[in-house]
């Protein structure tokens, strides 16, 4: 039961990889409430003498394109991908929170009538530029500034209103 590094459907129905996706999520916990750097790489390193104790091969095995062959991962690189494992399982949990976080604080908004809507196009750009280049970059933050303003400001009325 060898963890096969690479991403894509292959690896990520092989039953290794999927009960890596098991351990990572065991020790996911453990690893975000651990303060030091020196304490989360022993969980790091946990992992990995776990999962080469329970596969005969090694564990983390990659496949060499040129030569077709399978070859064991050494334990620094095994090391990073167990820590880039647990990156993408904290930022996955975070962003699924965050998601929660955003779609709560949008229900107080109600939806705006189509004639209300904040427009982030400039009108006319030759105001500003020729007419053979783009609008500059200070233009388009000058746009982008006024309307998070605005929608600032919407926030600020909605929460006022509660």
């Known amino acids: 039961m060898d963890i096969i590094s690479g991403r894509g459907k292959i690896c990520n129905k092989r039953p290794g990889n999927k009960w890596f996706k098991e351990l990572i999520a065991n020790h996911l916990e453990q690893y975000s409430n651990t303060k030091t750097k020196m304490d989360k790489s022993l969980i790091v ?80 750009k030759r105001q500003h530029t020729s007419s053979h280049r783009r609008p500059s970059v200070r233009i388009l933050r000058r746009s982008l500034l006024a309307s998070q303003n605005s929608i600032l400001q919407m926030f600020q009325e909605a929460v006022s209103d509660m």
């Open 45 to 124: 390193n946990k992992i990995v003498d776990e999962v080469r104790e329970n596969t005969p091969s090694g564990g983390f095995v990659r496949k060499i394109t040129k030569t077709g062959q399978w070859q064991v991962l050494d334990d620094t690189t095994a090391r990073e991908k167990v820590g880039h494992a647990i990156r993408d399982a904290l930022s996955a949990t975070h962003s699924a929170t965050s998601d929660n976080k955003v779609n709560k604080i949008s229900s107080i908004f109600e939806r705006p009538s189509s004639s209300s809507r904040l427009s982030f196009s400039i009108s006319d």
